[in-house]
């Protein structure tokens, strides 16, 4: 994962209940229930950038 990054060739994005031992690992951090934080995300990504 980290090399894919670093390249350029992919957004990062750590989805999990609390940080992860390698959550400095991913460009961007989301955390908390999966009922709440999953449909938020994904509801960004249909959205696209602002």
Same mark, same amino acid.
């Given at each position: 994962m980290q090399t894919v990054r670093d390249?350029? *060739? +992919?957004?990062? %994005?750590?989805?999990?209940?609390?940080?992860?031992i390698g959550a400095s690992s991913f460009a961007e951090q989301v955390y908390g *229930? +999966?009922?709440? %934080?999953?449909?938020q995300f994904v509801?960004?990504?249909?959205?696209g950038p602002a």
């Open positions: 390249v350029g *060739r +992919a957004h990062t %994005v750590e989805l999990n209940l609390e940080p992860s *229930r +999966a009922v709440d %934080v999953v449909p509801d960004r990504l249909i959205q």
